[in-house]
Nanobody, 119 residues
Framework: QVQLVESGGGLVQPGGSLRLSCAAS????????MGWYRQAPGKQRELVAS???????NYADSVKGRFTISRDNAKNTVYLQMNSLKPEDTAVYYC?????????????WGQGTQVTVSS
């Protein structure tokens, strides 16, 4: 299975920025979709942003215009640039990879990285 390792979380003030990174153990151009999800305490995990193998992106309405997902195939890494952060963005952020191996679908998750937006 593809192994994913997130980094870049931390504490930031409202209005600040953070960039999350997700390093994959395999070549990401072979992965159908990579995405960032988040889960706040007491809430369900939700999709934040995704990017497919063709580079098409998708964002949750709550982060449109503030967050940008991108990928660097040479580094096998996906990024989430988060600007204008709000307290409601506080959550554990998880990287996800959806791909096929021998025609069987797989879903891999990273261990998560905490993002806290607070003054």
């Amino acid at each position: 299975q593809v192994q994913l390792v997130e980094s870049g979380g931390g504490l930031v003030q409202p209005g600040g920025s953070l960039r999350l990174s997700c390093a994959a153990s395999e070549r990401i151009f072979s992965i159908n979709v990579m995405g960032w999800y988040r889960q706040a305490p007491g809430k369900q995990r939700e999709l934040v942003a995704s990017i497919n193998e063709g580079g098409a992106t998708n964002y949750a309405d709550s982060v449109k215009g503030r967050f940008t997902i991108s990928r660097d195939n040479a580094k096998n890494t996906v990024y989430l640039q988060m600007n204008s952060l709000k307290p409601e963005d506080t959550a554990v952020y998880y990287c996800n990879a959806y791909y096929y191996s021998d025609y069987v679908p797989f879903n891999s998750w990273g261990q998560g990285t905490q993002v806290t937006v607070s003054s």
